[in-house]
C-alpha cells in the first residue's frame, strides 16, 4: 500500500470501448499531481474493476466510457462496490454522456461526470478536492 495521506485512483475502460487516449491523459495529469493512479486498461468488465479497487485499497475509481453504455456500466460498478462492502470508494466518470443523463448517474451514486471539453485541470482539481487520500 502507498504511503499514507496519497490518493489512490482507479481508471478503468468498461465494456466493448476501444478507445484510451483520453483516459491516458487523465491518468497521467493525475500523476503529474501527486495521485497514485492504477490503469486497468481496455475491456475490463464491471466486476474486474472493483476488484481491483478493493485489491489496491482504492479510495475512487474513474470511467471512460464512449460506447454509450454508461447508464449499465456506471450501475453495475457502483452496485458491486455495493455488494463489496466498499460504498465508501467515490466514483466518477466520464466520455461521451449526454447531458440529460448526468442526474439519473448522479442519483444512482456517481459523484461526478466529465463531459467532453473538460480541462485536465478541473479534474485534478475535483479529484485532490472529493478524493480523500488513502489511511
Not at 44 to 67: C, F, K, M, N
Amino acid at each position: 500500500m502507498e504511503p499514507s495521506g496519497t490518493i489512490r485512483v482507479i481508471l478503468a475502460k468498461p465494456g466493448l470501448d476501444g478507445h484510451d487516449r483520453g483516459v491516458k491523459l487523465v491518468a497521467r495529469a493525475l500523476r503529474d499531481a501527486g495521485i497514485d493512479v492504477v490503469y486497468t486498461g481496455l475491456h475490463q468488465s464491471p466486476e474486474q474493476i472493483v476488484d481491483t479497487a478493493v485489491r489496491e485499497h482504492a479510495a475512487a475509481i474513474g470511467l471512460s466510457v464512449l460506447s454509450g453504455a454508461h447508464m449499465t456500466q456506471f450501475a453495475r460498478v457502483v452496485e458491486l462496490l455495493r455488494e463489496r462492502g466498499a460504498g465508501h470508494v467515490v466514483v466518477f466518470g466520464g466520455g461521451v454522456i449526454p447531458e440529460e443523463d448526468i442526474p439519473a448517474l448522479q442519483r444512482m451514486g456517481v459523484a461526478q461526470v466529465f463531459t467532453p471539453g473538460a480541462h485536465m485541470n478541473e479534474i485534478v482539481e475535483w479529484v485532490s478536492a472529493k478524493v480523500p487520500a488513502s489511511p
